[in-house]
């Protein structure tokens, strides 16, 4: 099979690959203690705050706050799961595994995930 990438190039495709994974991740974890800074500033806008409690009630100001979050998290998902395969150039996943676990190997061509040297490659 003809390489999209030149084998030279793989190491840096696979390390923007794990960095995406990594960052994905990051972004997924970090949306527990968003919810407990949300929560906090929830609680302080709705007492400091006069006209706040006119425009939301507790509820729909969690769901607002905690919007921006689960924004930054969807687009760097998204980014993870829009990684392509750097020999056949097609989606690195199948449609089955949409969130952020790792296939040990292209859904399209069957390279290996990581893989850099030619007898890898085959
Ligand atoms: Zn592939």
Redesign the pocket.
């Known amino acids: 099979m003809e390489s999209r990438l030149p084998i030279s190039e793989y190491p840096k495709a696979w390390k923007e690959y794990n960095r995406r994974w990594f960052a994905a991740w990051i972004s997924f974890i970090a949306l527990i203690p968003y919810a407990i800074f949300d929560v906090i500033a929830m609680k302080w806008m709705l007492k400091h705050v006069s006209w706040i409690k006119d425009l939301a009630g507790p509820k729909a100001l969690f769901w607002i706050l905690i919007i921006p979050g689960a924004v930054v998290f969807m687009i760097l998902l998204h980014k993870f799961l829009a990684w392509h ?1 750097p ?2 150039g ?1 989606d ?1 996943f199948s449609t089955k595994s949409r969130f952020l676990g790792r296939p040990n190997s ?1 859904f ?2 069957g ?1 290996r995930r990581n893989a850099v040297s030619a007898d890898e490659i085959e």
């Open positions: 395969c020999r056949c097609f690195f292209c399209t061509c390279l």
